[in-house]
Protein backbone atom coordinates (compact mmCIF):
# COMPACT_ATOMS: atom_id res chain seq x y z
CA UNK A 1 0.00 0.00 0.00
CA UNK A 2 3.19 2.41 1.01
CA UNK A 3 4.79 2.17 -2.14
CA UNK A 4 1.54 2.39 -4.08
CA UNK A 5 1.16 5.89 -2.44
CA UNK A 6 4.69 6.65 -3.34
CA UNK A 7 4.30 5.96 -7.25
CA UNK A 8 1.23 7.67 -7.00
CA UNK A 9 3.28 11.11 -5.85
CA UNK A 10 5.48 12.53 -8.45
CA UNK A 11 6.58 15.40 -7.33
CA UNK A 12 8.26 13.59 -4.48
CA UNK A 13 6.41 14.87 -1.26
CA UNK A 14 5.04 13.50 1.20
CA UNK A 15 1.96 11.86 0.11
CA UNK A 16 -0.16 12.08 3.77
CA UNK A 17 0.39 16.04 4.04
CA UNK A 18 -2.88 17.32 4.52
CA UNK A 19 -2.12 20.50 2.79
CA UNK A 20 -0.73 18.02 -0.11
CA UNK A 21 -4.53 16.81 -0.78
CA UNK A 22 -5.15 20.76 -1.91
CA UNK A 23 -5.08 20.89 -6.51
CA UNK A 24 -2.48 23.49 -7.41
CA UNK A 25 -5.01 26.08 -8.12
CA UNK A 26 -5.52 26.19 -4.43
CA UNK A 27 -2.11 25.93 -2.99
CA UNK A 28 -1.05 29.12 -5.29
CA UNK A 29 -3.47 30.92 -3.95
CA UNK A 30 -2.52 30.51 -0.37
CA UNK A 31 1.22 30.81 -1.47
CA UNK A 32 0.16 34.36 -3.20
CA UNK A 33 -0.93 35.55 0.38
CA UNK A 34 3.01 35.02 1.38
CA UNK A 35 5.50 37.09 1.88
CA UNK A 36 7.66 36.98 -1.20
CA UNK A 37 10.64 37.10 0.97
CA UNK A 38 11.37 34.77 3.13
CA UNK A 39 8.13 32.73 3.22
CA UNK A 40 7.18 32.21 -0.44
CA UNK A 41 10.60 31.87 -1.16
CA UNK A 42 11.04 29.05 1.62
CA UNK A 43 7.73 27.07 0.66
CA UNK A 44 9.73 26.39 -2.44
CA UNK A 45 12.37 24.49 -0.68
CA UNK A 46 10.10 21.94 1.04
CA UNK A 47 9.49 19.87 -2.57
CA UNK A 48 9.75 19.58 -5.95
CA UNK A 49 5.84 20.57 -6.44
CA UNK A 50 5.92 23.62 -3.85
CA UNK A 51 8.76 24.75 -5.98
CA UNK A 52 6.84 24.62 -8.86
CA UNK A 53 3.90 26.08 -7.76
CA UNK A 54 5.40 28.57 -5.64
CA UNK A 55 8.34 30.02 -8.56
CA UNK A 56 5.23 29.91 -10.74
CA UNK A 57 4.96 33.33 -13.49
CA UNK A 58 1.43 33.84 -11.91
CA UNK A 59 3.06 34.46 -8.41
CA UNK A 60 6.60 36.51 -9.56
CA UNK A 61 8.84 37.05 -12.34
CA UNK A 62 12.75 35.66 -12.26
CA UNK A 63 15.82 37.65 -13.72
CA UNK A 64 18.48 35.46 -13.82
CA UNK A 65 21.51 34.06 -15.86
CA UNK A 66 20.66 32.13 -18.39
CA UNK A 67 22.68 28.62 -17.90
CA UNK A 68 21.75 27.23 -21.10
CA UNK A 69 19.81 27.97 -24.45
CA UNK A 70 16.29 27.39 -22.71
CA UNK A 71 13.39 29.51 -22.61
CA UNK A 72 11.65 29.36 -19.46
CA UNK A 73 8.47 31.21 -18.59
CA UNK A 74 8.53 33.88 -16.96
CA UNK A 75 12.57 33.94 -16.60
CA UNK A 76 14.45 36.72 -18.29
CA UNK A 77 18.17 37.33 -18.48
CA UNK A 78 17.64 41.36 -17.46
CA UNK A 79 15.64 43.47 -15.08
CA UNK A 80 14.20 45.82 -18.46
CA UNK A 81 12.70 42.80 -20.01
CA UNK A 82 11.00 41.49 -16.55
CA UNK A 83 9.43 44.92 -16.41
CA UNK A 84 8.54 45.11 -19.71
CA UNK A 85 6.74 41.57 -19.16
CA UNK A 86 5.17 42.33 -15.56
CA UNK A 87 1.71 42.90 -14.72
CA UNK A 88 0.55 45.64 -12.71
CA UNK A 89 1.14 44.03 -8.93
CA UNK A 90 3.58 41.51 -9.99
CA UNK A 91 6.69 40.32 -7.84
CA UNK A 92 10.07 40.28 -9.98
CA UNK A 93 12.73 38.20 -8.43
CA UNK A 94 16.50 39.11 -8.86
CA UNK A 95 18.71 36.05 -8.52
CA UNK A 96 21.70 36.35 -6.10
CA UNK A 97 25.34 35.94 -7.36
CA UNK A 98 25.29 37.95 -10.31
CA UNK A 99 25.91 41.51 -11.08
CA UNK A 100 22.93 43.51 -13.68
CA UNK A 101 22.97 46.54 -15.59
CA UNK A 102 20.04 48.94 -14.47
CA UNK A 103 20.23 51.93 -16.86
CA UNK A 104 17.13 54.75 -16.90
CA UNK A 105 14.24 51.86 -15.88
CA UNK A 106 11.35 53.52 -15.79
CA UNK A 107 8.65 51.34 -13.92
CA UNK A 108 4.97 52.71 -14.75
CA UNK A 109 3.67 50.19 -12.55
CA UNK A 110 2.96 49.24 -9.48
CA UNK A 111 6.16 46.37 -8.88
CA UNK A 112 7.73 44.57 -6.12
CA UNK A 113 11.32 44.11 -7.16
CA UNK A 114 13.38 41.58 -4.40
CA UNK A 115 16.61 40.10 -4.40
CA UNK A 116 16.88 36.53 -4.32
CA UNK A 117 20.21 36.47 -1.82
CA UNK A 118 20.49 36.53 2.15
CA UNK A 119 22.17 39.84 1.89
CA UNK A 120 21.90 43.21 -0.10
CA UNK A 121 25.16 42.46 -1.49
CA UNK A 122 24.02 39.18 -3.01
CA UNK A 123 22.42 40.56 -5.96
CA UNK A 124 23.90 43.58 -7.56
CA UNK A 125 22.46 46.21 -10.08
CA UNK A 126 24.58 48.64 -11.58
CA UNK A 127 24.01 51.92 -13.15
CA UNK A 128 27.20 53.31 -15.84
CA UNK A 129 28.17 56.85 -16.03
CA UNK A 130 26.45 57.85 -18.75
CA UNK A 131 22.66 57.31 -17.32
CA UNK A 132 21.31 59.37 -15.04
CA UNK A 133 19.89 56.96 -12.82
CA UNK A 134 19.28 52.86 -12.27
CA UNK A 135 15.44 52.78 -11.81
CA UNK A 136 12.72 55.70 -12.00
CA UNK A 137 9.54 55.05 -10.49
CA UNK A 138 6.53 56.31 -11.74
CA UNK A 139 3.96 54.38 -9.23
CA UNK A 140 3.40 52.23 -6.58
CA UNK A 141 5.89 50.37 -5.71
CA UNK A 142 8.54 48.60 -3.42
CA UNK A 143 11.88 47.74 -3.53
CA UNK A 144 14.01 45.24 -0.72
CA UNK A 145 17.32 43.46 -0.34
CA UNK A 146 19.28 45.00 -3.13
CA UNK A 147 22.54 46.94 -4.24
CA UNK A 148 22.26 49.50 -6.08
CA UNK A 149 25.24 51.02 -7.17
CA UNK A 150 25.47 54.43 -9.72
CA UNK A 151 29.13 55.79 -11.15
CA UNK A 152 27.37 59.60 -11.61
CA UNK A 153 23.92 60.44 -11.31
CA UNK A 154 21.05 58.84 -8.64
CA UNK A 155 20.61 55.33 -7.91
CA UNK A 156 16.86 55.78 -7.45
CA UNK A 157 14.77 58.35 -9.14
CA UNK A 158 10.81 58.98 -7.72
CA UNK A 159 8.83 60.68 -9.28
CA UNK A 160 5.21 59.62 -8.75
CA UNK A 161 3.45 57.42 -6.51
CA UNK A 162 4.25 55.56 -3.08
CA UNK A 163 8.16 53.81 -2.99
CA UNK A 164 8.79 51.76 -0.28
CA UNK A 165 12.91 51.05 -0.03
CA UNK A 166 13.64 48.10 2.94
CA UNK A 167 17.18 46.65 3.55
CA UNK A 168 18.99 47.64 0.68
CA UNK A 169 22.49 49.40 -0.01
CA UNK A 170 22.40 52.13 -2.19
CA UNK A 171 25.70 53.35 -3.34
CA UNK A 172 27.53 56.19 -5.27
CA UNK A 173 30.35 55.11 -6.16
CA UNK A 174 33.78 57.70 -5.46
CA UNK A 175 33.85 60.43 -8.58
CA UNK A 176 35.08 64.09 -8.30
CA UNK A 177 32.06 65.01 -9.07
CA UNK A 178 30.29 63.55 -5.99
CA UNK A 179 28.44 67.18 -5.35
CA UNK A 180 25.90 66.02 -8.36
CA UNK A 181 24.94 62.67 -7.29
CA UNK A 182 22.54 61.35 -5.01
CA UNK A 183 21.61 58.10 -4.13
CA UNK A 184 17.46 58.71 -4.10
CA UNK A 185 16.15 62.13 -6.19
CA UNK A 186 13.02 62.97 -5.38
CA UNK A 187 10.82 65.25 -8.16
CA UNK A 188 7.64 64.14 -6.84
CA UNK A 189 4.66 67.10 -6.56
CA UNK A 190 1.79 66.82 -4.24
CA UNK A 191 -1.52 66.69 -6.38
CA UNK A 192 -3.68 69.88 -7.29
CA UNK A 193 -6.49 69.64 -4.69
CA UNK A 194 -9.39 69.70 -7.42
CA UNK A 195 -7.65 65.91 -8.97
CA UNK A 196 -9.61 63.13 -8.65
CA UNK A 197 -5.92 60.77 -7.70
CA UNK A 198 -5.59 63.20 -4.70
CA UNK A 199 -6.56 60.58 -2.14
CA UNK A 200 -3.41 58.33 -3.57
CA UNK A 201 -0.63 61.04 -2.64
CA UNK A 202 2.95 60.63 -3.05
CA UNK A 203 5.23 59.22 -0.89
CA UNK A 204 9.16 57.62 0.12
CA UNK A 205 9.66 55.37 2.73
CA UNK A 206 13.10 54.06 3.64
CA UNK A 207 13.54 51.29 6.09
CA UNK A 208 17.49 49.65 7.56
CA UNK A 209 18.81 50.54 4.02
CA UNK A 210 22.51 51.09 3.90
CA UNK A 211 23.33 55.08 2.47
CA UNK A 212 27.00 55.40 1.01
CA UNK A 213 28.20 58.08 -1.15
CA UNK A 214 27.33 61.39 -3.00
CA UNK A 215 26.44 64.59 -1.89
CA UNK A 216 23.69 63.83 0.67
CA UNK A 217 21.18 60.73 1.36
CA UNK A 218 18.26 62.33 -0.57
CA UNK A 219 17.36 65.24 -2.62
CA UNK A 220 13.62 66.52 -2.75
CA UNK A 221 13.01 68.66 -5.46
CA UNK A 222 8.94 68.67 -5.78
CA UNK A 223 7.32 69.30 -2.81
CA UNK A 224 7.85 66.54 -0.49
CA UNK A 225 10.30 67.25 2.67
CA UNK A 226 12.37 64.39 4.92
CA UNK A 227 10.97 63.86 7.94
CA UNK A 228 11.23 61.66 11.12
CA UNK A 229 15.07 60.76 9.94
CA UNK A 230 16.77 58.33 12.70
CA UNK A 231 20.31 56.53 11.52
CA UNK A 232 21.85 53.78 13.21
CA UNK A 233 25.80 53.09 13.30
CA UNK A 234 26.75 49.85 13.31
CA UNK A 235 30.51 48.61 13.03
CA UNK A 236 31.28 49.36 9.45
CA UNK A 237 27.96 50.74 8.03
CA UNK A 238 25.06 53.18 9.23
CA UNK A 239 21.79 51.90 8.90
CA UNK A 240 18.98 55.03 7.94
CA UNK A 241 15.04 54.98 8.39
CA UNK A 242 13.12 58.04 7.00
CA UNK A 243 10.40 59.19 5.12
CA UNK A 244 9.92 61.92 2.64
CA UNK A 245 6.35 63.04 2.76
CA UNK A 246 3.92 65.70 2.43
CA UNK A 247 4.57 68.66 4.20
Known sequence: MAKRLREASPWGESPGSPANSLDDGCLMHIFSFLSPIPDRYNT??????WRYLACHPRLWLRVERPLRNVIEPGVYANLEAAVSAARPGDTILIAAGSTYLACNIQIKKPLCIIGGGELPDDTVLTCSCGSENALEFLSTCKIANLTIKAELGCCLLHRSGKLTIEECLLQCEENPLDYLSFPIISTAIEYNSL????????????????IEGGAKAIRTNGTLALQRVRAIYARSSVFFWFEVGEK
Open 195 to 210: SPLKEQGHGLTVVRTR
Open 44 to 49: ALVCHR
